[in-house]
C-alpha cells in the first residue's frame, strides 16, 4: 500500500477520531463531576445537528450568506444543547442522585430515546434522512493518493480547537476550579463554599455545547444526518471515554483516536470492510478486561 | 506462656503518598480482649482493613498462628476464623435481619444446588436451625430486638442496626473478632449492655480473641486487657490503659501537640 | 384465613386476570381497549381500597405452590378461549418468552447486580442456534435443541465473564452494550448466518407433533400457535420455579448480598464472582431458550429483530415491574408487549411514549409496580 492511501485513512479517521473524541470529553465531564453516565448524549449531538438544519433551512429564506449563516448555526445550536443538556440535568439526573448508578444509566437512555423518537416523528419527513449544507469551503489539494480536503483540515482544527478550550475553560477559570473541586470531592466542595448544583449543571451545559458542536461538524462532514446517528456516535463516544478512563479529558482524546484508529484498522485488515465495527468493539471489550477502570485514569481504592 | 495468635511484622499501607500504616509491628494473644487507639485518621480501620484482605499491604506481613497470611484475599480470611464490623455500618438494609444474620453464618451452609433448589424438605429444617441461632443470638443482645428477625434492618434504628452487625460477626463463632467502634452514637447504659454482652461471650468461649476500635477512653479502660496506641500510622505506645495513658507521646498525639 | 376461603380468594384471582387479559388480547377496537385501560386501574383502585389485593397477596404468601399451578392453569383456559384467535395466541407467546428473559435478567441484576444490556443478543443467540442446529441435526429432538440453544447463549455469554467480574458499574454496562452492538453488526454482515435477510427456521416438532400443523380437533381444534403458546407457557412456569427457588434458598441470599455489598459479602465468606458468574450464565441460558422457541415460532429471524433498543425494552419490562421481583416481571411484559399493538394510534409513537412512561416511573416510583418484597423462603411464616 502506498503512503497516500495510509495518509488518507489517516486524515479521515482523524476527523473521526477527533469527533469521537468531542463526544468522549462531554461523558468524561458528566462523570467527573457526578458519577453517572448520561447516556441521551449521543442524541443530543444528533439533536444539534437538527436544530442547526432547521436554522439553516430558516436563514436560507432570508438569504443569509454561508458564513453567517454556519455562525448563528454553531452558536445557536450550541447554547440550545447547552441548556437542554442543563435542563436534563436538573430535571431527571440530579433527583435521581441517591438511587441506583443503573437508574440514572436507563432514565438517560430513554431520554435520548424520546429526543430520537422526537425527531422521527415531528421534524418534517423526520424518518429519511436529510441532507446537510455544504457550508465549508470545498477546496482540496492531491498528492498522489491523499486528496486532501479542506473542510476536513477545519474540521479537525476547530475539534483540536473545541477540545483545548474545554481543558482551558477547566484549568483557569473560576467555574473551572470549581469543577474540579466537585469532581475531586462533592462534601469538601460544598463546605468551601461552592455551589453545587450550579457547577454541575454547568458542566452539563458545557457537555452537551461540545456534543452539539459535533453533530454539526458531522453534519458539514458527511453532508447528511439522520435521527438515528446519536446512538452509535453514543456508544462509541461512551466507549472511547470508558476505555481511555472516565473522569480524565487525555482519556477522552486518546480513547476517541484509539477507537477512530481501530475502525479503520478493521476496515483495512477485513475484505468486508463492514466488520470494522464488530473488530473495534471486540477490542474495547477485550481492553477493558485488561485494564478495567480506562487507559488512563486510575482511581483509589473504595473507602471502607 | 500465653500464645500469639495473630502477629503484624512492619505492616505498611500507604495511598498514594500517604502511609496509613507506616512499619506497624503487632501481636494478639489467645483469648484477649485488645483495645486499639489512637485519634482520627491514625489508621486504626486501615489496619482492620489490611488485616482482612480489603487493603493490600505495600510492605510488611501477617501471620496467623505463625502462619503468612499476608494479602490473603477477604473471603479467605472469613474462612480462618476471623471476622469484623464496619466502622460505617455495611448491613444489606433491604434484607431482613434474619438474612443479615444468616449471610455471616456463610461458613456453615451449605450451598449445593440439590440442597438448595430440590431437596426442600433438609433446606426447611437447615432453615429452621439458622432463625433458631439467629433468634438466640439477638435475645442475648436486645430481647426487644429478636422481635424484629424478620424485619427489613431499614426499619431499625441505628443502635439496633449496630447490635446486628455485631450479631453478624459473632454467629460464625470465630477465633478473632474485630470490633470497629461497635457503640459509636450509643449512650453510655447501651454501651454498658453491649460490652457485657461481649464479656459474656468471652467467658463462653475462652479463646476468642477481641480487637476493638474504641474512642471512649473509660471504656477501653474497663474492658481491655492490654492497649495499642496508634498516631500517624505508627504505634506509639503499648501496655494497660492506666500505663499507656500516663505516657507524654499518647498525651500529645491526643492533644495535638508535637 | 382457613384453607379453603385461601384457595377460592386465589382462584377468584386467577379468574379476574383471566377475564381481563382475555379482553386485552380478545378485544380489536381502540375504544373497547380505551374503556379497559380505564377499568383495569379503577378496579385495581377500589380492589386495593377494600384492601383485597393485601388480602390476595396474603393468600399467595400462604400457598405458593397453589398460586402458581392456578395460574398456569388460567393462562392454559387463557390459550383455549383464544385458540382461533392467530394474532392474539401470537402476542400472548411473546408476553410468555419476554417475562422468560426477563426473569432471566431478574436473576442477573435483580438478584446478583450484574448489568446485562444485551439480553437481546442472547435471545438472538438462542434463536439463530435454534435455525441452524434444526436445519443440521435433523434427528436431535427439538426439546434437546431448545435446551442446547440456551447453553449455546450461556456459552457465548461466558466470553464476557472476564470484563465483567474485573469491571464496575459503568465499566461493565459498556461491556454488554458493546457485545450487543457487536453481534447484531456481525450478524449484519456474515453471509453464514443469512446476513441482513437472516434464516428461515423449521417448526418444532415435539414427541412426533408437528407443530405446523393445526391444533388437533380431539383437544378442540384452533390455530398452530396453540402448541407455542403451550410450550412457551410451560417454559415460564419452569424458569419462574426456578427463579422463586433460587430466590428462597441460600444461592438467592448470597446473591443478594454480592449485588448489595461486595466488599461485606466478601469478609463473610461470599465468593463474589461465583455467583456473579452463575447468575449472568443462568440468566443468558434463559434468554436463549426463549430466543429458541420465539425463532421456531416465527419461522424466520433477521438482525433487525435484536437492536439495542429491544434490549432496553426488556431492561425497561423488569424495572416496570419492580427489580428482583420474579412475579412483577408477568403484568409488566404483558403491558409492554400488547398495548402498543392494540393501539394502531399508540403503534406509531410507542417508542416515544414507552420512553416517556419509563422516565417517569425510574423519577417518580423508582421500585416499580409491584416492589419486591422481603425474601420468602417457605409458605407461610418466615419473614
Ligand atoms: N481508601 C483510602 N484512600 C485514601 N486514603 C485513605 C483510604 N482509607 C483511609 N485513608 C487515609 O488513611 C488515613 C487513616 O485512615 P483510617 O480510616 O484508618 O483512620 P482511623 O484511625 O480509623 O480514623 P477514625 O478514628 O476517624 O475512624 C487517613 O488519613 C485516611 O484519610
Ligand atoms: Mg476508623
Known sequence: ????????????????????????????????????????????????????LALFLGLDQLASPAWLSLIIMLCIGILAMGLLGALLCKFLVLPLKESPPLNTLLITLMFGSVIRESVRLFFPNGSNPKPFPALLPEASINWGNLNLRLDSVILISTGALAIVVTHLIIQKTRIGLAIRAVAQDEETARLMGIDFKKTVLATFALGSGLAAL???????????????????????????????????????????????FLQTLGAIWFSVPAYKDVFAFAVIIILMAWRPTGLLADRSAERV | MRQTVLQTKELTVSFGGLKALNGLDFQLYEGEFLGLIGPNGSGKTTFFNALTGIYRPAAGSVLLHGNDI????????????????????????????????IIGNQRNLNLGLWHNIFNRKSFKRRLQEQIQIAEELLSRFSRDLAVHLFKPVSSLSMIDRRRVEVCRALISEPKILLLDEPSA?????????????????????????????????????????????????????????????NEPGVRAAYLGED | MSELKTKLVLLLGVALSVVVLYGFLYLEREWEIGVLLVMVPLGVYFLKRANALTYYQHAAREMPRFTWISFALGVVVLIMLLRHEDFALLMLTTVLLYATVSLGLTIQFGFAGVVNFAAIAFFGIGAYSMAILNQHFLHIPDLLIIFFSGAISALLGALLILPILRTRGHYAALITIAFGILFRTFLEVNDVLGGPQGLRVSGLEIFGWDFGNSFPN?????????????????????????????????LGLN????????????????????WKITAFMLGNCFAGFAGAVYAAMYGFIAPASFNLSDSLLLVSIVLLGGIGNPVAVIPAAFLIVVL???????QEYRLLLFGIVVILILRFRPSGLMPRGLRQYFAGRFG
Not at chain 1, 438515528?228 to 453514543?234: F, I, K, N, V, Y
Not at chain 2, 479467605?76 to 443479615?100: E, H, P
Not at chain 3, 396453540?226 to 433460587?246: E, G, K, N, Q, S
Not at chain 3, 402498543?340 to 399508540?346: L, S
Request: one cysteine or more.
Open chain 3, 218 to 250: 380431539e383437544l378442540g381444534g384452533g390455530s398452530f400457535y396453540v402448541a407455542y403458546a403451550i410450550v412457551a407457557l410451560v417454559l415460564l412456569a419452569t424458569v419462574y420455579l426456578i427463579t422463586r427457588l433460587i430466590e428462597a434458598s441460600w
Open chain 3, 340 to 346: 402498543p399493538e392494540k393501539f394502531q394510534v399508540i
Open chain 2, 185 to 245: 452514637g450509643m449512650t453510655p447504659d447501651e454501651t454498658r449492655a453491649l460490652m457485657d454482652e461481649l464479656q459474656d461471650w468471652r467467658a463462653q468461649y475462652p479463646t476468642l480473641s477481641i480487637i476493638l476500635i474504641e474512642h471512649e477512653m473509660e471504656l477501653i479502660n474497663k474492658v481491655s486487657d492490654r492497649c495499642v496506641v496508634l498516631n500517624y500510622g505508627e504505634k506509639i505506645a503499648e501496655g494497660r490503659y492506666s500505663e499507656v495513658s
Open chain 1, 214 to 260: 459535533s453533530g454539526i461538524s458531522t453534519g458539514l462532514y458527511y453532508q447528511e444526518i439522520n435521527f438515528s446517528m446519536g446512538l452509535m456516535l453514543g456508544v462509541i463516544g461512551f466507549s472511547a471515554a470508558v476505555v481511555g478512563g472516565l473522569g480524565s479529558i487525555y482519556g477522552a482524546i486518546v480513547g476517541g483516536l484509539l477507537f477512530a
Open chain 1, 1 to 52: 500500500m502506498d503512503l497516500g492511501f495510509i495518509a488518507q485513512y489517516f486524515v479521515n479517521g482523524l476527523v473521526q477520531g477527533i469527533t469521537y473524541a468531542l463526544v468522549a470529553v462531554g461523558f468524561t465531564l458528566f462523570f467527573g463531576v457526578l458519577d453517572v453516565i448520561k447516556f441521551s448524549h449521543g442524541d443530543v449531538l444528533m439533536l444539534g445537528a437538527f436544530t442547526a
Open chain 2, 70 to 101: 499476608t494479602g490473603a484475599p477477604p473471603t479467605k480470611i472469613y474462612a480462618y476464623g476471623i471476622t469484623r464490623t464496619f466502622q460505617r455500618l455495611r448491613l444489606a438494609t433491604s434484607l431482613s435481619v434474619l438474612d443479615n444474620l
Open chain 3, 255 to 274: 446473591m443478594d448480598s454480592v449485588r448489595l455489598d461486595e466488599v461485606a459479602s466478601a469478609s463473610f465468606g461470599i465468593n463474589g464472582p461465583r
